[in-house]
């Protein structure tokens, strides 16, 4: 009999075991909202460089003869920085030149046999043009040695040097970059899809791998009319401070800032749901609309609905309605 007993009872224990679990409340884990600081900005990525600024490079397809300034120098406008090779073009205008003298003479000849009856005036003509053409040609010649020329397009420092002696360099090159240290702006590009909440004005938080656990400031000071359709994105020019520790040519990720808001109501992502959250309130919960406003990736932004302090349950299991009473979970 007592064996029967203790059979009976082993075998209830699991039934037991099923109802108690079923009949107690759903175990949640819950975070509390609280207060900090919330942001919704626009990213972007770009490089430094100066206001004023302009590559400079060959004219002509051509060797490189001398380089006449060294980086960090400061050039004027129109001053020569490098020459290439122009023996076969100088030879080609003193054989043009010649050829204009030649012209010129054998013009004041015929004038002179014109005023004498002895040639007619259509070969003084014929004469006058062809010594046009011969100097024209002649003047082409000598202007073009100035294209084995390099010269700074305006005053400025040579920011940087690409070019060494006996290269031989084509018009795409960039041989020097001639332009101000300071100031310095940002061009970076927005996608398409953001560029319509960007204005002139606002706020731009910048970190750059020089300056890790840095926040640097700039402000958006021009945008592109027009996008570029291949890459999809727009140009956005943001101006830096005079006392930025960023340097010409470092890239950077730009944050342009659309609201910010100093003492938000914060929640995680995973206590939210269809714009509800559950309060927890002395072992029950509340099923809360609420309103929420910028979302990230660590928290969500509640302007409406909800208080700092209060408790909501993370990750809310499907089922769960107002009134409930729950147990937190270990």
């Known amino acids: 009999m ?10 209830a224990l699991p039934a037991v075991g099923a109802w ?9 884990a819950i975070a509390m909202a609280t207060t900090g600081p919330a942001m919704r900005a626009v990213y972007a990525t770009g490089s430094v460089e100066p206001v004023h600024w302009a590559k400079v490079g060959p004219a002509i397809r051509a060797r490189l003869t001398e380089v006449l300034v060294e980086e960090g120098q400061r050039v004027t406008e129109g001053q020569p920085m490098a020459r290439l090779d122009n023996r076969e073009a100088a030879h080609r205008a003193e054989e043009a030149r010649a ?10 000849r015929i004038r002179t046999l014109v005023t004498r009856d002895v040639a007619s005036r259509a070969t003084l003509d014929r004469a006058e043009a062809e010594a046009r053409a011969v100097r024209a040609v002649a003047d082409a010649a000598m202007r073009r040695l100035d294209d084995y020329v390099v010269r700074a397009p305006a005053d400025g420092v040579v920011l940087r040097r690409d070019a060494e002696v006996g290269e031989v360099v084509d018009t795409p090159a960039a041989l020097f970059w001639v332009g101000e240290p300071r100031p ?38 021009q945008i592109t009319p027009k996008g570029d359709a291949t890459r999809k994105a727009y140009r956005v020019r943001l101006a830096l401070p005079d006392d930025t520790p960023l340097l010409i040519g470092m890239t950077v ?17 995973a206590a ?26 660590r928290a969500v932004e509640i302007l409406r609905g909800l208080a700092s302090g209060e408790a909501v ?4 299991p499907a089922g769960l309605v107002s009134g409930q009473a729950v147990r937190l979970r270990p």
Do not use: H, K, S, Y
């Open 2 to 11: 007592r064996r029967r007993v203790l059979l009976l009872l082993l075998l």
């Open 20 to 28: 108690v679990w079923w009949t107690l409340p759903p175990a949640v």
């Open 99 to 108: 050829r204009a003298t030649f012209a010129e003479e054998e013009l004041a």
């Open 184 to 221: 310095l702006r940002i061009t970076a590009e927005v996608d398409e899809e953001d560029i319509a909440q960007v204005r002139e004005g606002q706020e731009v938080l910048l970190r750059a791998d020089a300056f890790p656990g840095q926040v640097l400031t700039a402000t958006v000071a």
């Open 253 to 269: 990720e730009a944050n342009i800032v659309l609201r910010r808001a100093e003492a938000a109501v914060l929640i995680p992502p």
């Open 272 to 297: 939210l749901r269809d714009n509800r959250v559950f309060v927890v309130r002395a072992e029950t919960i509340e099923a809360r609309r609420v309103e929420p406003g910028i979302e990230g990736a």
């Open 313 to 316: 349950v993370l990750n809310p």
